[in-house]
């Protein structure tokens, strides 16, 4: 099973946006979205948004989280 809901996506392209069913099967899942408004639902990622979510969820690694670098202890690094 695809995870699709291909019936809910076939009636929506007939019945919504008036398709006839060649048209429907010739869109792209892009060209679907868009019709469907989709995409206006979410806004691009703005530089402050990104700036939130990075002091949200910091990037750390499992050695920098107890003080210890592997890096600077030669251990880490390429041979």
Do not use: C, N, Y
């Amino acid at each position: 099973m695809s995870g699709i809901d291909w019936p809910g996506l076939i009636r929506v392209g007939l019945h919504q946006l008036g398709l006839e069913p060649g048209a429907f099967w010739r869109l792209t899942p892009v060209e679907l979205r868009i019709m469907l408004g989709a995409d206006a639902a979410s806004p691009p990622l703005t530089r402050a948004r990104l700036a939130e979510l990075a002091a949200a969820f910091p990037d750390t690694s499992k050695d920098m989280e107890h003080g210890a670098d592997r890096r600077a202890a030669g251990t880490g690094g390429s041979t």
